[in-house]
């Protein structure tokens, strides 16, 4: 949308001139000209109030693009080792070794490696927050990594998990843990992996397969490099100059802090100091905090950081923009939240509209 006029804007969302120009000045901008040019914000407000959903898309034409670390989500059975696997493999992390640990709780974390390279993993709980923040378009992830306990073997929402990763179009990496137990059968596991359709590498297709036990510590290094092997293969990339694109994880409120968002930057670099508006809410960054809780200046990709400066409380998969001052901010999460309600107040006389069809 950027710098577009009304009168192109009318053209692409359909609406007549008069229409959008009655709209700038409800949300409080002068009525343009409708060949002059409109700044992105007041674009995308605009598109928004006509019911397109505009998310903005930077463009990365002509920026340079640098390899980034991988963003990689656990996913798997219940109590078939995820958050210890994640412990294990958080302990492994040089960075919070040389810390003494990863302090705070993010909700994200970086296993940087001696080699150089680094994978960022989000620490939420299961596939719920996965399809919570895919359903609300955040494609944060770029791998999954399934766990199926070596005992247990395939259970509901390992398939559940793999349908997941399959309709967001994010590569598998197995994870086979408990490998230390005496009832551990991975082969068994193998083969019910590749009866439910997944081409695991050993059988010829590309799905990796690492053993490993999380409670022992073993099979992660081994884990880590498939990892960096399928990131490979995957061409990561991401744009680091200019504006960032970013996602929330997870967001909590602090007594003394105010809201607090655990972002995740997809492209461009994230600054102290920024307008930010964040799903309907905005604000203006104050700190950033890396994952030990070190002050930072900038957030680049795949770094997870914490924001802290927000005006209220957003949520999982809300997507971060930058914008140029506190007034558009302000202006662009006022429409938002316009947006959302009269989209929440559509779908509960939606909801009505149902029953009452329902009851004929
Ligand atoms: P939910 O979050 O409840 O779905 O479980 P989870 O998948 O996070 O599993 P969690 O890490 O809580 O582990 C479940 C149980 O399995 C705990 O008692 C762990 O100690 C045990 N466990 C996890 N990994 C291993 C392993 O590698 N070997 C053995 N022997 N036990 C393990
Ligand atoms: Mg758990």
């Known amino acids: 949308f950027e710098g577009m006029t009304v009168s192109e804007l009318a053209k ?16 409080g901008e002068k009525a ?27 463009s990365n034409e002509g920026a340079e693009l640098l390899p980034r670390p991988p963003v990689v989500t656990v996913m798997g059975h219940v109590d078939h080792g ?21 302090t705070q709780h993010l909700g994200a974390f970086v296993v940087d490696m001696s080699s150089g390279a680094s994978i960022t993993f989000l620490d939420t709980p299961g596939h719920a927050a ?11 992830t770029d791998i999954v990594v399934l766990v199926v306990a070596a005992d247990d073997g395939v259970m509901r929402q390992t398939l559940e998990a ?30 019910q992996l590749a009866s439910e359709g997944l081409q695991l590498e050993e059988m010829g297709g590309d799905v990796q397969v690492v053993e490993v036990s999380a409670v022992q510590k073993t099979g992660l ?3 880590e490099e498939a990892l960096l092997l399928q990131a490979e293969m995957m061409n990561l990339k991401a744009r680091i100059d200019g504006p960032a694109q970013a996602y929330v994880v997870e967001a909590r409120l602090d007594k003394g802090r105010g809201p607090l968002a655990t972002a995740i930057v997809k492209a461009g670099t994230l600054v102290c100091g920024q307008y930010v508006v964040i799903g309907s809410e905005w604000g203006r960054i104050r700190a950033i905090r890396d994952m030990i809780g070190k002050l930072a200046v900038q957030a680049r990709p795949a770094m997870p950081v914490e924001i802290e400066g927000l005006k ?46 329902c009851e004929d």
């Open 312 to 357: 209220g409380l957003p949520m999982a998969g809300d997507d971060i923009i930058v914008v140029e001052s506190e007034e558009r901010a302000k202006m662009l999460s006022a429409g938002r939240k316009r947006k959302f309600e009269k989209d929440r107040l559509r779908k509960i006389s939606e909801g009505i509209e149902t029953l009452e069809t």
């Open 162 to 191: 793999m349908s997941h990763a399959k309709a967001a179009n994010v590569p598998i990496v197995v994870a086979i843990n408990k490998c230390d137990k005496p009832a551990a059968n991975p082969d068994r596991v193998k083969i």
């Open 12 to 27: 692409r969302t359909g609406e007549s001139t008069v229409t959008l120009q009655d709209i700038l000045v409800n949300v």
């Open 130 to 140: 996965f399809s919570a923040m895919r359903a609300r378009g955040a494609a944060v």
């Open 32 to 58: 343009e000209s409708e060949f002059e040019p409109l700044s992105i914000d007041v674009a995308e407000l605009v598109a928004m109030e006509v019911g397109i959903n505009a998310r903005r898309i930077h």
């Open 221 to 223: 290094d081994n884990l």
């Open 82 to 102: 995820k958050t210890s696997l994640l412990d294990a493999l958080r302990q492994t992390s040089v960075a919070a070794k040389e810390a003494g640990g990863i």
